[in-house]
């Protein structure tokens, strides 16, 4: 047993010190070997660790110390789920509330970060992990609603609020023009396909300069208003209030953010949510059984985008500016990773790995520039050794446990 | 200069944009025909293999070897680049798609996508986000037709880009990896039952599929004289574009979008505004998957598993 896993580690730790060949400091003539031997240095080590508790499982002494934690560790569970859910909810909404009251300025900008990557990650789970098509442009809809706010505000001064249906409604438009021709297809092709629109809408806004002035991109937006009445001397009167400092901004992001979860977590729920799991699964059954899968494929395409687009209009408000390089394809890769590690189909799998991706690059800023570096690794190795994600969706663990206890079956 | 050799450049354009698409095309349609898998990764192999060329050509260079002896050091560019990038090819069939062989295909397509993004911006990291400079080895010596100036390094490398399709031709049709390749594309089961190693003929595609992307990097750093981390990633989306086009899993397929691309594009750029011209690229893939998902000269099986 154990020969065998020394002859695994060593096939595999030759594999990776390839693999991370591109990392290891060949700056074109100079070869950095200090840095070379670190970088290889901390793989072999983290493969080592692995191989140490390998023959630790093996031998038995990691069986017993699981048995003799076993109890405690059924406590603590048992404990942790007899608050019932909304405890926990109420408490995470409190801590949001109190949040920028207690932090400085710049978490609170991070904070804004946060809530509008978790509204993507929801909006984009919607698409891969109810509907189960794959994405790879999603940042295109985010770049709709941010670019109809931008020119709707720009052109004709129509304020926040009403934009807002208005990007909606565009979001849900473009959601169907990428939908549409899609819909026949399955899997790898839908990916390039979609990745191909996202690449489209990205470049119709870089290069029509005369709309969107191209790559310098648009600024100036005004930004959200509140109208509220007032009574005064004079009478009824209305009052402007525009939500300028950051503070607002975030209870305005909190807002969006709080009515996506509530609208995903009822989507899911719905007969909608079960018809797209069952698409997922196996789209001719579903057919067959009745579900229209059609319309509920661009029913998916669309509320994924309206979701992206509302958060999309946030964005270019709260910037007051937009530019095309904000939605290049690597976005795109950041929401699909925060899917993918928070769990597919989990919605606080998603918001836990929405905080996670977006406050870890900001708390260790040295670091900022491996942060893609880790998402790939990360999306690849999350895939290879844990498929559910972070926290996996009550019904998917049980379908991919399931599978495994099928392939025992067989084997 | 006339319209005939305005024509004449174009063309030599276009063939030479159109065999980089095919080599490119050549490693995806192999990959997704044996496992029936996107290869995401495969562009930034292409950007490995550039990289990898161009170390050892500026090490060559520094040496004085360049000088000395071109053709040899030329063998040593090439074939050292598509070694190297092989061999990161099989590794990360290795790591990261072996495991998932069996798992659902958004598994490995998600797997394949984190393994793109790792070493794009493992590249990044190590050779810096600007573009890095090609030495100009060839120079700019070459002969005329007409007013059309065509330099010997374009036709070396065309040449090169033809001979590599070729020997890939003959070594599919008629050696017995070639056969064991084919047949394990067709149907894994049987293949297995017949006595073919399915893992070591999926290895062998791992290799030559990559090493044909980095020939095709090197040959772009050669022509254009600067190679940039992220550029595998627009010429994956085209060389994809004609892997479909073609009819995915169709070697010749690939090899005839790659040229139908590569025409489209230098058509496109040089008598229609050039900043649209990736664009059409993507316009075209899309009617192709949405009219004719099988392709020019896939097989209507196709249809099935799109």
């Keep these: 047993m154990v020969q065998s896993d020394l002859k695994k580690f060593f096939t595999y730790s030759f594999f990776l010190g390839i693999l991370i060949l591109p990392l290891v400091g060949f700056a074109t003539t100079t070869f950095d070997a200090p840095r070379a031997f670190t970088v290889w240095g901390v793989f072999v080590a983290i493969l080592a660790f692995g191989l140490i508790i390998k023959v630790i499982r093996h031998s038995g002494g990691y069986k017993n110390l699981s048995d003799s934690l076993a109890p405690i560790h059924k406590q603590i569970k048992d404990k942790l789920t007899a608050v019932p859910a909304k405890y926990y909810i109420l408490a995470l909404l409190a801590f949001a509330v109190i949040y920028p009251m207690a932090t400085n300025r710049y978490l609170v900008d991070v904070g804004i970060t946060c809530l509008i990557y978790i509204v993507l990650g929801l909006g984009l789970n919607i698409v891969v992990g109810l509907a189960g098509l794959l994405d790879l442009g999603y940042i295109a809809f985010y770049a709709v609603g941010a670019y109809s706010y931008s020119l709707l505000n ?7 609020w009403f934009c807002i249906p208005i990007g909606i409604a565009f979001g849900c438009i473009a959601g169907c023009i990428i939908g549409y021709p899609t819909l026949k297809m399955r899997g790898d092709y839908l990916a390039i396909v979609t990745m191909g629109f996202g690449e489209i809408i990205r470049l ?41 400092s950051l503070e607002a901004l975030y209870f305005l992001a909190l807002a969006i953010a709080v009515l996506t979860v509530v609208g995903v977590r009822r989507l899911d729920r719905s007969r909608i949510g079960r018809a797209w799991v069952a698409i997922r699964e196996d789209e001719v059954a579903a057919e067959l059984s009745g579900v229209p899968t059609m319309w509920l494929k661009l029913l998916a395409y669309a509320l994924g985008a309206s979701f992206a687009s509302v958060v999309g209009g946030f964005f270019a408000a709260k910037l007051s500016y937009t530019n095309p390089n904000f939605f290049i394809f690597m976005e795109s890769c950041i929401v699909l990773c925060i899917v993918v590690l928070g769990g597919v189909g989990s919605t606080p799998g998603v918001i836990v790995a929405a905080v996670i991706l977006s406050a870890v690059p900001e708390i260790f800023r040295e670091l900022q520039n491996y942060r893609m570096l880790a998402f790939g690794a990360a999306m690849a190795a999350m895939m290879v050794l844990r498929p559910e994600g972070l926290i996996p969706a009550t019904r998917r663990k049980r379908e991919l446990h399931a599978a495994e206890q099928h392939q025992h079956e067989e084997s | 200069m006339d319209t005939t050799s305005f024509l004449i450049q174009q063309l030599i354009n276009a063939i030479f944009l159109g065999s980089i698409f095919s080599l490119i095309a050549l490693g995806y349609t192999m990959v997704y025909g044996i496992i029936q898998l996107i290869n995401f990764a495969h562009g930034e192999m292409f950007t490995a293999g550039s990289f990898a060329g161009l170390i050892v050509l500026m090490g060559l260079q520094k040496v004085g070897f360049v000088d000395s002896h071109f053709i040899l050091s030329m063998v040593l560019v090439f074939g050292l680049g598509m070694a190297y990038v092989a061999v990161l090819g099989v590794s990360i069939e290795q790591v990261a798609y072996k495991p998932l062989r069996n798992a659902s295909r958004l598994a490995a397509i998600l797997s394949a996508l984190g393994m793109s993004i790792f070493l794009s911006n493992g590249m990044m990291l190590s050779q810096g986000v600007s573009d890095r400079g ?13 007013d059309a100036k065509i330099s010997y390094g374009q036709v070396f ?16 049709t008629s050696t017995k990896l070639g056969k064991a390749m084919r047949a394990t594309a067709q149907n894994k089961p049987m293949a297995r039952m017949l006595g073919i190693n399915v893992d070591k003929t999926i290895r062998v595609t791992f290799m030559i599929g990559p090493g044909l992307g980095a020939a095709a990097g090197i040959m772009v750093g050669l022509y254009y004289g600067s190679v940039r981390f992220d550029m595998g990633f627009i010429y994956m989306i085209k060389a994809f574009a004609a892997a479909i086009l073609g009819g995915i899993g169709s070697i010749p397929g690939a090899m005839l ?35 004719k998902p099988s392709g020019l000269l896939g097989q209507s099986a196709t249809e099935d598993k799109v």
């Design chain 2, 257 to 291: 979008g790659g040229m139908i691309i590569g025409f489209v594009e230098v058509a496109w750029s040089a008598f229609l505004p050039s900043e649209w011209k990736d664009v059409t690229t993507f316009v075209v893939m899309i009617l192709v998957l949405y009219l």
């Design chain 1, 204 to 244: 119709m806004l870089n290069n029509w300069d005369k709309l969107t002035a191209g790559p310098n991109g648009l600024y100036g937006m005004a930004k959200p208003a509140l109208v509220y009445p007032s009574i005064t001397d004079g009478g009824l009167t209305w009052v402007t209030f525009h939500l300028k």
């Design chain 1, 154 to 160: 720009l052109n004709f001064g129509i304020p926040f």
């Design chain 2, 157 to 172: 490398i065309i040449i090169l880009a033809f001979a590599l399709m070729y020997s890939l031709w003959i070594f599919v």
């Design chain 2, 134 to 146: 090609f030495p100009p080895v060839f120079g700019w010596d070459g002969f005329r037709i007409m």
